[in-house]
Protein backbone atom coordinates (compact mmCIF):
# COMPACT_ATOMS: atom_id res chain seq x y z
CA UNK A 1 0.00 0.00 0.00
CA UNK A 2 1.33 3.20 -1.16
CA UNK A 3 2.57 5.69 2.20
CA UNK A 4 0.33 8.44 2.21
CA UNK A 5 2.11 11.82 1.41
CA UNK A 6 1.00 13.34 5.03
CA UNK A 7 3.30 10.38 6.46
CA UNK A 8 6.62 11.63 4.78
CA UNK A 9 6.51 14.79 5.49
CA UNK A 10 8.67 16.66 8.16
CA UNK A 11 6.34 17.61 10.97
CA UNK A 12 6.64 21.64 10.77
CA UNK A 13 7.75 21.48 14.68
CA UNK A 14 11.38 20.15 13.42
CA UNK A 15 11.34 22.39 10.66
CA UNK A 16 10.96 25.31 12.36
CA UNK A 17 13.75 23.91 14.70
CA UNK A 18 16.54 22.58 12.69
CA UNK A 19 17.78 25.27 10.78
CA UNK A 20 18.70 27.29 13.79
CA UNK A 21 20.51 23.81 15.32
CA UNK A 22 22.58 23.17 12.20
CA UNK A 23 23.37 26.88 12.67
CA UNK A 24 24.33 26.19 15.98
CA UNK A 25 26.34 23.19 15.51
CA UNK A 26 28.41 25.10 12.42
CA UNK A 27 29.03 27.89 14.72
CA UNK A 28 31.05 25.59 17.19
CA UNK A 29 32.13 23.62 14.84
CA UNK A 30 34.03 26.50 13.08
CA UNK A 31 34.84 27.69 17.23
CA UNK A 32 36.41 24.30 17.82
CA UNK A 33 38.83 24.71 14.80
CA UNK A 34 39.33 28.35 15.41
CA UNK A 35 40.59 27.03 18.78
CA UNK A 36 42.78 24.34 17.80
CA UNK A 37 44.74 26.29 15.28
CA UNK A 38 44.89 29.12 17.59
CA UNK A 39 46.57 26.69 20.40
CA UNK A 40 48.94 25.12 17.78
CA UNK A 41 50.30 28.53 16.56
CA UNK A 42 50.91 29.76 20.36
CA UNK A 43 52.72 26.54 21.14
CA UNK A 44 54.94 27.18 18.35
CA UNK A 45 55.19 30.90 18.81
CA UNK A 46 56.33 29.56 22.89
CA UNK A 47 58.21 27.08 21.38
CA UNK A 48 60.09 29.55 19.20
CA UNK A 49 61.04 32.17 21.99
CA UNK A 50 62.28 28.92 23.73
CA UNK A 51 65.09 28.50 21.35
CA UNK A 52 65.45 32.14 21.10
CA UNK A 53 66.13 33.16 24.31
CA UNK A 54 68.47 29.60 24.70
CA UNK A 55 70.13 31.40 22.20
CA UNK A 56 70.55 34.67 23.65
CA UNK A 57 71.86 33.28 26.87
CA UNK A 58 74.41 31.30 25.27
CA UNK A 59 75.32 34.25 22.87
CA UNK A 60 75.74 36.41 26.71
CA UNK A 61 77.67 33.44 28.06
CA UNK A 62 79.94 33.39 25.50
CA UNK A 63 80.42 37.46 25.85
CA UNK A 64 80.99 37.35 30.14
CA UNK A 65 83.03 34.13 29.26
CA UNK A 66 86.12 35.79 26.75
CA UNK A 67 85.36 38.93 29.63
CA UNK A 68 86.03 36.85 32.71
CA UNK A 69 89.39 35.36 30.52
CA UNK A 70 90.88 38.51 30.32
CA UNK A 71 90.34 39.38 34.03
CA UNK A 72 93.05 38.66 36.52
CA UNK A 73 92.67 36.27 38.94
CA UNK A 74 91.23 37.28 42.14
CA UNK A 75 93.16 37.43 45.87
CA UNK A 76 91.80 34.97 47.89
CA UNK A 77 91.29 36.59 50.92
CA UNK A 78 87.37 35.84 51.29
CA UNK A 79 84.45 37.49 50.36
CA UNK A 80 85.00 40.92 49.53
CA UNK A 81 82.95 43.76 50.94
CA UNK A 82 81.48 44.71 47.62
CA UNK A 83 80.11 41.45 46.96
CA UNK A 84 79.29 41.02 50.53
CA UNK A 85 76.87 44.26 50.25
CA UNK A 86 75.10 42.49 47.62
CA UNK A 87 72.05 40.98 48.84
CA UNK A 88 70.35 39.47 45.58
CA UNK A 89 71.82 36.18 44.37
CA UNK A 90 74.65 36.23 41.99
CA UNK A 91 73.56 35.06 38.58
CA UNK A 92 74.25 31.90 37.66
CA UNK A 93 77.66 31.66 35.72
CA UNK A 94 78.30 30.14 32.53
CA UNK A 95 79.00 26.18 32.63
CA UNK A 96 81.81 26.88 30.65
CA UNK A 97 83.33 29.37 33.38
CA UNK A 98 85.62 28.20 36.69
CA UNK A 99 84.19 29.55 39.56
CA UNK A 100 87.10 32.15 40.11
CA UNK A 101 86.48 33.46 37.10
CA UNK A 102 82.70 33.54 37.71
CA UNK A 103 82.94 35.96 40.81
CA UNK A 104 85.25 37.92 38.67
CA UNK A 105 82.41 38.96 36.53
CA UNK A 106 79.49 38.66 38.61
CA UNK A 107 79.78 42.38 39.64
CA UNK A 108 82.01 43.62 37.31
CA UNK A 109 81.39 47.20 36.18
CA UNK A 110 80.55 46.69 32.36
CA UNK A 111 79.19 48.93 29.57
CA UNK A 112 76.46 46.14 28.88
CA UNK A 113 75.15 48.21 26.01
CA UNK A 114 79.03 47.66 24.19
CA UNK A 115 80.31 44.88 25.89
CA UNK A 116 77.63 42.88 25.95
CA UNK A 117 76.16 43.62 22.91
CA UNK A 118 75.61 40.74 21.04
CA UNK A 119 73.89 38.85 24.09
CA UNK A 120 71.89 42.30 25.75
CA UNK A 121 70.63 42.42 21.80
CA UNK A 122 69.26 39.03 21.67
CA UNK A 123 67.50 39.47 24.64
CA UNK A 124 66.13 42.14 23.79
CA UNK A 125 64.88 40.97 20.55
CA UNK A 126 63.29 38.38 22.21
CA UNK A 127 61.42 40.65 24.66
CA UNK A 128 60.40 42.47 21.32
CA UNK A 129 59.31 39.50 19.30
CA UNK A 130 57.52 36.95 21.65
CA UNK A 131 55.89 39.49 24.28
CA UNK A 132 52.67 37.00 25.83
CA UNK A 133 55.31 34.44 26.16
CA UNK A 134 57.16 33.17 29.56
CA UNK A 135 60.75 34.00 27.62
CA UNK A 136 59.93 37.71 26.74
CA UNK A 137 59.44 37.93 30.84
CA UNK A 138 62.54 36.49 31.68
CA UNK A 139 64.69 38.25 28.80
CA UNK A 140 62.95 41.70 30.45
CA UNK A 141 64.46 40.29 34.22
CA UNK A 142 67.65 38.99 32.36
CA UNK A 143 68.24 42.37 31.06
CA UNK A 144 67.13 43.81 34.11
CA UNK A 145 69.48 41.50 35.79
CA UNK A 146 72.64 42.31 33.35
CA UNK A 147 72.22 46.47 33.65
CA UNK A 148 72.02 45.76 37.35
CA UNK A 149 74.82 43.41 38.15
CA UNK A 150 77.10 45.51 35.78
CA UNK A 151 76.53 48.81 37.58
CA UNK A 152 74.03 50.46 35.97
CA UNK A 153 71.42 50.07 38.83
CA UNK A 154 68.74 53.36 36.65
CA UNK A 155 68.88 51.55 33.32
CA UNK A 156 68.09 48.45 34.99
CA UNK A 157 65.00 50.47 35.94
CA UNK A 158 63.41 50.33 32.54
CA UNK A 159 64.10 46.44 32.19
CA UNK A 160 62.45 45.42 35.24
CA UNK A 161 59.45 47.48 34.89
CA UNK A 162 59.20 45.77 31.74
CA UNK A 163 59.24 42.15 33.61
CA UNK A 164 56.63 43.04 35.86
CA UNK A 165 54.15 44.11 33.38
CA UNK A 166 55.16 41.03 30.94
CA UNK A 167 54.71 38.46 34.50
CA UNK A 168 52.87 35.13 33.69
CA UNK A 169 51.62 34.57 37.25
CA UNK A 170 51.91 36.22 40.97
CA UNK A 171 55.16 34.45 41.98
CA UNK A 172 56.93 35.94 38.93
CA UNK A 173 55.24 39.58 39.44
CA UNK A 174 56.51 39.64 43.12
CA UNK A 175 59.91 38.58 42.18
CA UNK A 176 59.86 41.47 39.67
CA UNK A 177 58.31 44.07 41.55
CA UNK A 178 61.29 43.04 44.25
CA UNK A 179 63.98 43.55 41.43
CA UNK A 180 62.30 46.89 40.53
CA UNK A 181 62.02 48.18 44.21
CA UNK A 182 65.99 47.25 44.86
CA UNK A 183 66.32 49.18 41.83
CA UNK A 184 64.79 51.89 42.95
CA UNK A 185 66.35 51.84 46.29
CA UNK A 186 70.19 51.27 45.07
CA UNK A 187 69.08 54.73 42.37
CA UNK A 188 68.62 56.60 45.63
CA UNK A 189 64.67 57.15 44.48
CA UNK A 190 63.56 56.21 48.19
CA UNK A 191 59.71 57.25 47.37
CA UNK A 192 59.38 54.86 44.49
CA UNK A 193 61.03 52.11 46.32
CA UNK A 194 58.34 52.47 49.04
CA UNK A 195 55.92 52.46 46.50
CA UNK A 196 56.87 49.02 45.16
CA UNK A 197 58.03 47.75 47.79
CA UNK A 198 54.72 47.60 49.39
CA UNK A 199 52.91 46.23 45.68
CA UNK A 200 55.50 43.59 46.23
CA UNK A 201 54.20 43.05 49.53
CA UNK A 202 50.19 42.62 48.26
CA UNK A 203 51.15 40.23 46.20
CA UNK A 204 51.35 37.52 49.37
CA UNK A 205 54.28 35.48 47.92
CA UNK A 206 55.38 33.80 50.98
CA UNK A 207 58.98 33.07 50.37
CA UNK A 208 59.86 36.71 49.30
CA UNK A 209 57.91 38.37 52.14
CA UNK A 210 60.54 38.95 54.65
CA UNK A 211 63.38 40.47 51.81
CA UNK A 212 60.27 42.90 50.51
CA UNK A 213 59.68 43.83 54.12
CA UNK A 214 63.39 44.74 54.91
CA UNK A 215 63.86 46.66 51.68
CA UNK A 216 60.80 48.46 52.64
CA UNK A 217 62.16 49.57 55.83
CA UNK A 218 65.35 50.30 54.34
CA UNK A 219 63.77 52.17 51.89
CA UNK A 220 61.33 54.26 54.73
CA UNK A 221 64.50 54.92 56.75
CA UNK A 222 66.37 56.19 53.32
CA UNK A 223 63.31 58.62 52.49
CA UNK A 224 63.17 59.67 56.18
CA UNK A 225 60.53 58.42 57.42
CA UNK A 226 62.18 57.03 60.73
CA UNK A 227 58.84 56.57 62.82
CA UNK A 228 57.44 53.60 59.64
CA UNK A 229 60.78 52.21 59.25
CA UNK A 230 61.12 51.59 63.46
CA UNK A 231 57.60 49.99 62.95
CA UNK A 232 58.36 48.08 59.99
CA UNK A 233 61.77 46.34 61.44
CA UNK A 234 59.44 45.76 64.60
CA UNK A 235 56.80 43.84 62.33
CA UNK A 236 59.65 41.76 60.64
CA UNK A 237 61.05 40.88 63.98
CA UNK A 238 57.39 39.54 65.12
CA UNK A 239 56.21 37.73 62.05
CA UNK A 240 60.10 36.30 61.18
CA UNK A 241 61.62 35.24 64.50
CA UNK A 242 65.10 33.54 64.24
CA UNK A 243 66.02 34.53 60.57
CA UNK A 244 68.58 36.09 58.65
CA UNK A 245 66.02 39.00 57.66
CA UNK A 246 64.78 39.31 61.40
CA UNK A 247 68.94 39.90 62.57
CA UNK A 248 69.37 42.53 60.33
CA UNK A 249 66.07 43.81 61.08
CA UNK A 250 66.99 43.89 64.81
CA UNK A 251 70.08 45.82 63.86
CA UNK A 252 69.21 48.25 61.93
CA UNK A 253 66.06 48.88 64.30
CA UNK A 254 68.96 49.42 66.89
CA UNK A 255 70.98 51.52 64.92
CA UNK A 256 67.90 53.91 64.28
CA UNK A 257 67.10 54.05 67.90
CA UNK A 258 70.54 55.05 69.16
CA UNK A 259 70.92 57.80 66.12
CA UNK A 260 67.08 59.65 67.33
Known sequence: MPTSSKNTEIPSE???????????AAVLLALGIAVTVFSG??????????????????KLDKNLTAIA??????????????????????????????????ESVAYLKLDVDTQLIEGAGELRNVAQQYGGTRAAH????MLGDLYYNHGDAAKSITWYQAAVDTATDGSDRALSLYDLAYAYENSGKFPEAVKTYEKGMNQGE?????????????????AGDKAKAKETYTKISTQFPNTEVSKSADIRKTRLEQAQ
Not at 14 to 24: E, N, Q, T
Open 14 to 24: IKKFSKPILGV
Open 41 to 58: QKAERTKKAENALFEARQ
Open 69 to 102: AAQPAPAATGTSESSAAKSKTPPAPPASMKPAQA
Open 138 to 141: EANL
Open 206 to 222: PALQGEIMLGLARSQEK
